[in-house]
């Protein structure tokens, strides 16, 4: 609960308009892409960096907590108010700020959405590559906050590749820009990198300046399918060794086949796919299709589709950024992890995972980036159905634990938030953490700004 004063100042620094504070209003801003639940006390919507000030500098006499909130499609519930408190809504800072051809940058509001950006980039002839399977819901804010990877990460990198500086409030109220608008720049420690992927804990981002690329001439995509998993990341690793790099490298197995074989050619004996997207100049693009086609052709595939015609590559691709919704078909819930490890260990990893499913009697579908070895492992189970609960927190530790002895990384993309936060641990020495601890109190003395998450404060797992 927040006092009445709280409230009317909330209402003078936005307008009152821009204030949900009944829990009907509010109830759409109480979850997020983990589909847990926990009702703010109010939603503010501020239009500017001043605003966004106000409400921190009175958040932060008053010690309320304040959640920053884009679209709210994050995997690891960053955007939830688990100790209540105000969420902050990017939704009225949307603004492409400009793009500039010349210096081939841009700079934005968070709240834009990323494919927005994108699009505006293209008819200019530029091209801004992070592309997380959300892009066209999930907002820059968001992606910044969250270091957003995705599919496009093997050849251009991740969100964190392309921002150059931002502005930021912090908890105590303080307006500050980090950065160059230039690609070089060294003086002092990076503060701009500090804040990317620290999920909102440690200031609010109101601007960002992003480095764009020249958009690629020409775009080409492959379905292509194996008989094993085995032999379809063989087929990955060959790619990669004969120096060619696609600009999408996306792997899926045989259960998301099965959910996806209604609306997707899948040849019956398929029980792996790769979906591939090559760019570059035309010549280019059609001579590495080819090699592409060949070397799979040689190590095993079974079927590959060298797509022609624009409505199929738009199936392929809305089918692959559905994913997700289509493992509901499996279970009525889903726990989602998003494990990396080095390409060539994704056979052993696959392999464990599937035979933790056959243990747990969950089916477990896997997919990813196969390119760069983020694997999305979907554990699928009935939240109502205590048992199953129980169990899937059990493989949990046991998956991560096979992901450190395969030298990967417990996540790639989807951030710490408040799922992951029990096992941290696992990966991060105790001295990074108290380090990380000790950053987090310098920018917000009072705990204030998105409380409750990346430090595990004990109790039960969600
Ligand atoms: C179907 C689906 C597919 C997805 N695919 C991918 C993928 O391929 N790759 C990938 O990386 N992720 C993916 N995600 C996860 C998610 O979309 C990303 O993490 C995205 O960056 C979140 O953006 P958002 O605007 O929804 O942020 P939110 O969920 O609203 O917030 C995420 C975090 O950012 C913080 N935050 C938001 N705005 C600000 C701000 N202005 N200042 C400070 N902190 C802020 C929040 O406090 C929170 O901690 C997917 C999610 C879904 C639902």
């Known amino acids: 609960m927040i006092p009445e004063h709280v409230k009317n100042e909330l209402k003078h620094i936005v307008g009152e308009e821009y204030v949900a504070l009944s829990p009907s209003e509010m109830k759409e801003f109480s979850s997020d892409g983990t589909k847990l639940e926990f009702l703010p006390d109010a939603v503010v919507f501020p239009e500017d960096a001043m605003q966004v000030s106000k409400l921190l500098e009175l958040a932060n006499k008053e010690k309320i907590p304040v959640i920053p909130r ?9 955007a939830l108010p688990v100790r209540g408190g105000i969420i902050m ?50 907002t820059i804010g968001g992606n910044v906050a969250e270091c957003a990877g995705g599919l496009r990460a093997l050849k251009y990198g991740v969100t964190r590749d392309y921002v150059l500086g931002l502005k930021i409030v912090l908890p105590t109220g303080e307006i500050l820009e980090t950065g160059t608008k230039t690609v070089k720049g060294v003086v002092g420690y990076d503060l701009t990198r500090l804040i990317i992927g620290s999920e909102g804990t440690l200031a609010v981002i109101t601007e960002v300046l992003l480095r764009l690329v020249p958009a690629p001439e020409y775009k080409k995509s492959m379905a292509i399918f194996f008989k094993e998993i085995e032999t379809s990341i063989k087929g990955v690793i060959k790619i990669l060794q004969f120096r060619i790099i696609p600009s999408i490298l996306e792997f899926l197995d045989d259960i998301c086949l099965d959910c996806i074989k209604e609306d997707l050619y899948i040849p ?12 570059g100049p035309r010549s280019l693009v059609m001579e590495e299709a080819k090699k592409v086609k060949k070397i799979c052709q040689s190590n095993g595939a079974i079927y590959i589709d060298i797509i022609e015609n624009e409505q199929e590559e738009k199936k392929l691709w809305e089918t692959r950024n559905q994913l997700s919704h289509y493992m509901y078909k499996l279970r009525p819930h889903k726990i989602s992890e998003d494990i990396v490890v080095p390409r060539n260990n994704i056979p052993k990893m696959v392999s464990y995972i599937k035979s933790l499913s056959k243990e747990y009697g969950m089916p477990i579908p896997v997919f990813g980036h196969a390119g760069d070895g983020n694997l999305h492992v979907n554990i699928m189970l009935n ?40 096992y941290m641990g696992m990966e991060v020495p105790r001295t990074g953490i108290e380090l990380m601890r000790r950053i987090k109190k310098a920018f917000d003395p009072n705990d204030i700004l998105n409380p409750g998450k990346i430090f595990w404060e004990g109790g039960s797992s969600w």
């Open 383 to 422: 939240k109502d159905n205590n048992i199953e609960l129980i169990r899937a927190k059990e493989l949990i530790p046991k998956l991560f634990k096979k992901v450190i002895e395969l030298h990967g990384t417990i996540s790639g993309e989807h951030g710490i938030g408040i799922t992951k936060a029990p």
């Open 70 to 78: 884009g679209a709210g499609t994050g995997m690891s519930g960053g």
């Open 89 to 138: 809504g990017m939704d009225r800072m949307n603004r492409i700020i400009y793009l500039d051809r010349d210096n081939m940058i841009s700079k934005v509001e968070p709240g834009v959405i990323t494919e927005e950006l994108q699009k505006e980039a293209k008819k200019i002839g530029l091209f801004y590559p992070p592309y997380p399977a959300s892009a066209n819901i999930s």
């Open 268 to 279: 019956a004996s398929a029980n792996s796919m790769l979906m591939i997207e090559l760019d």
